[in-house]
């Protein structure tokens, strides 16, 4: 048998495959079609300090070999996740980890510090691409200073695994990366989506409601990949790798590049069982190539 077993830190994972935040709900919703104990770590949608209604429709447009969305983080607050969706997922078989979100420093630290209360959430995720209110709407995770200030807030407060989420909208990702590192952060994982616009050309406006959104699918992962090795050369802690992985070769690649795990997202709207198919195949590809471990790959290139 292949053994398919990672460790971020502290947080143990039965195989590398998990989902990224926003595409598989509370993994409450796909319970009917995936058996969810077999899927490393489900990361659940974002979730801030106060309920947040989200940007106007039309919030999504397909592009050639992806899609664009600005949903806008909607999600009905931590308290409401805690009192009412906490309940129904802490026994799930899986590693359950809550993405938080917020626009200050201050403001994650608390979404933080009320999820660290829950029992059965081992790790949360940052999302540092939100916009920080203080420095006129620049996202925290495009400047070092503000990564680690986020870093720094939660990582006083929070005593779990602490995985930090980076943005590729930057010009140098590893730079940010030994940021959050040097501030406590036990994983980073990456990419989040690439910031794009799509234009309807018969209605001469934007095809999304706010005119940009993230990038996200297959056209994405040869950037994705590229980051994740510049990233894995240049910090200690694991990373974990995503962007527009759609079959096990393309999760493959991640190791090799140097991720420890993987995350899936895009594809899960097409396939809702693609992460079963993911992790199979990487069993299957591992026994074939004399294998013993998926360790054996990561970080071959």
């Known amino acids: 048998m292949v053994d398919l077993n990672v460790n971020i830190n502290q947080l143990h994972l039965s195989n590398p495959v998990m989902t990224a935040s926003g595409t598989f709900g509370y993994g409450l919703e796909f319970q009917d079609l995936v058996p969810l104990e077999e899927i490393g770590g489900i990361i659940v949608k974002g979730t801030t300090l106060q309920p947040r209604e989200g940007n106007d ?32 997922i802490k026994d799930i078989k899986s590693q359950m980890i809550v993405n938080v979100s917020g626009n200050t420093p201050e403001n994650y630290a608390e979404c933080a510090a009320k999820i660290d209360a829950l029992d059965h959430i081992p790790a949360i995720e940052l999302n540092i691409s939100c916009p920080n209110v203080h420095e006129g709407g620049m996202a925290f995770g495009v400047t070092c200073s503000g990564a680690e200030s986020v870093v720094r807030a939660v990582r006083r407060v929070y005593h779990k695994t602490l995985i930090v989420k980076l943005s590729p909208n930057v010009t140098d990702i590893s730079e940010i990366a030994r940021a959050c590192e040097a501030e406590g952060a ?8 690439l910031m794009g616009m799509a234009i309807d050309i018969e ?18 992962k040869p950037v994705a990949v590229r980051m994740v090795w ?6 200690k802690i694991p990373v974990i790798g995503l962007g527009g992985i759609m079959n096990a070769a393309d999760a493959i690649e991640f190791f090799m590049a140097g991720a420890t795990a993987i995350q899936i997202g ?19 590809w591992l026994e074939s190539h004399g294998c013993h471990s998926v360790r054996d790959i990561i970080g071959v290139v």
């Open 57 to 88: 429709y039309p919030r999504m447009a397909e592009t050639p070999s992806g899609m664009l969305n600005c949903v806008g983080l909607q999600n009905k607050g931590v308290d409401y996740f805690c009192d009412h969706i906490y309940p129904q």
């Open 186 to 193: 036990d994983s980073v994982s990456l990419i989040n989506t």
């Open 203 to 220: 209605r001469r406006q934007p095809k999304l409601s706010i005119r940009t959104g993230g990038l996200s699918g297959p056209a994405v």
């Open 230 to 235: 510049d990233v894995a050369h240049a910090v």
């Open 266 to 284: 895009t594809a899960n709207f097409i396939d809702p069982t693609v992460t079963l198919k993911v992790k199979n195949g990487i069993a299957e």
